[in-house]
């Protein structure tokens, strides 16, 4: 017996998500990539959308390791071994008529999330493989999901999905012990918990089926299309995409509510979803610290050097521009390029066939082609199989950890910093690749931003970068190993000068614990200048099994390859 899906209608909260998705059940264009947290309920709510839509309508989940063949169609294996070539269809056009959900979107390989979108946005699947060609319907409801904290989705991509639902968990104990509850009653029973709400489930079928067909007829005036263009361009938003969704799903909203013409209502209650990805903010100044802990013991050379810098100071420092390295990095032993293997991820694009006779993907054109060549028949045996080899793709996080309290304040070292962090981010970002970045002064650290592939976030983020206040090196390092993959590479810039515990009453051997904690290759570049130098960061990167170099050899054009060398071991 098939157990029922969790009803949509028994969804406790997220309206903004449900909203989104009853749009996108009215106009199949309108793509919805859910954005938050794990464990909030984002593939529930998917799955229950899928017993809304009109029957047949499938529920197809598409897996995060699929191929380009799988994906949109290809060579049939057991006809092709039959000597029978034929053609077989893949997701998107099984999909049609239902939903196609691809939970963490964001580690789909670039040319797939293309051919992807491409086909939601046409409702058309171009299949051409091995001499044939084939064009499929396919207008399926795509809905994304992922945890920013696993890596961001190109603003390319990310763009094309017409409205984004920020998800986030419940704060409110009464509301939480709701989603607990009736979850409870469905794993108990998930018949009989169906049957509960099935009225409200048909209710909304129905809802869902008239408004379908009212969307034909359903008019945006030319003065509520210029308004959306208004808004749209008083946020800053170039993309025409931004325009056309928010038109889209304001006719969604109009036909839900059973309106003939769109009004500034509608409009309204859309614009959160259509805008709130695709608008480019400066980076907020961080809060000041509400109270101050008793200074900890300091030698004479650092209580002077207090005095002058531990008040928080919310001036801003503009980057000085600094000559910086190209730095190429992959975790699989120094080899430039993306060809290393994150585990998880989707292959890349086919570069070559090899031979196989228990292929992992069949090559059917080349195996048929063999079989030809040396037997006459279309009828491929094991020793006339080919394999197709594709190129792995996978980028490098690179983590960089920046030390803006007030011992770089003080002699405006920040201007440098930001230099030459900004400088190294745009000359070695690749399309894969990926920043995040860490900030710590004052009581704490903070992710000033989150895992993004976008530079220009990076070095507005850096540029309006506030310093001051004490050294909380500790908490700092501590956030940078939630943040570390299997392949990332950590910048941390710091004097090392560390002055606030985090885990005992001791806020330097707090930090040599946090940095031996990190596991992944690293390079500490020792912001320390002048007569007062105490060589912390140094011990630091030790305790990282980091290399440690100065600033000033930073600024002059530091050699990576040695870095690369000591760190194949990780």
Known sequence: MTRPAYPFAAIVGQEQMKMALLLAAVDWRLGVLLRGDKGAGKTTTARALAELLPKPGRFVNLPIGITEDRLLGGMDLGSTLKGEPALRAGLVAEANGGVLYVDEVNLLPDHLADALLDAAATGVST???????????????????????????????????????????????TERREVVER????????????????????????????????????????????????????????????????????????????CEEVAEEHIGAVLPLALAHRITRSPQKPPLPQTSPSPLPQTPAQSRESEETD?????????????????????????????????????????????????????????VLEAVARTGRPSPRLEDLYEKVREPLVGTRFLVV?????????????????????????????????????????????????????????????????????????????????????????????????????????????????????????????TESGNHAFGKAKELADAMRSECISLSEFEAGYDFAVLLKNSVGW
């Open 127 to 173: 299949v051409e493989r091995e001499g044939f060609s084939a064009v499929q319907e396919a207008r399926f409801v795509l809905m994304g999901s992922m945890n920013p904290e696993e890596g961001s989705l190109r603003p390319q991509l990310l763009d094309r999905f017409a409205l984004v639902a920020d998800i986030t968990a419940s704060g409110l104990a």
């Open 311 to 367: 008040e928080m100071t919310e001036q801003r420092f503009s980057s000085l521009s600094v000559r910086t390295p190209e730095l190429h990095w992959t975790a699989n032993g120094g080899r430039s390029g993306a060809m290393g293997g994150r585990k998880g991820t989707a292959p890349g694009p086919v570069v070559r066939s090899r031979k196989s006779e228990s292929p992992a993907e069949l090559d059917s054109r080349s195996s």
């Open 402 to 526: 920046v030390d803006s309290s007030g011992s770089h304040a003080a002699r405006e070292r920040m201007r440098v910093v930001k230099g030459a962090v900004g400088g190294l981010m745009e000359r070695s970002l690749r399309r894969r690749d990926e920043v995040a970045v860490i900030v710590f002064r004052g009581e704490t650290a903070e992710i000033l931003v989150a895992p993004t592939s976008d530079v220009a976030t990076v070095v507005a983020a850096l540029e309006y970068l506030p310093t001051g206040g004490r050294t909380p090196l500790a908490h700092a390092l501590e956030l940078a190993n939630e943040l570390v993959t299997s392949e990332t590479l950590l910048l941390l810039v710091t004097d090392g000068r560390a002055n606030v515990p985090y885990r005992s009453d001791d806020a330097w051997r707090d930090a040599l614990q946090a940095g031996a904690r990190i596991q992944c290759p690293g390079l500490v570049i020792d």
């Open 183 to 258: 979850r409870l009653m469905y794993d108990a029973d998930p018949s009989l918990f169906a049957a509960r709400w099935m009225e409200q489930q048909i209710y909304l079928q129905q809802r869902i089926a008239a408004a379908r067909v009212m969307l034909r007829s359903v008019q945006c005036s030319t003065l509520m299309l210029e308004h959306i263009s208004t808004i749209v361009c008083e946020h800053g938003v170039l993309s025409l995409r931004a325009d056309l969704a928010i038109a889209r799903a304001s006719c969604a909203q109009a036909a839900l509510l059973g």
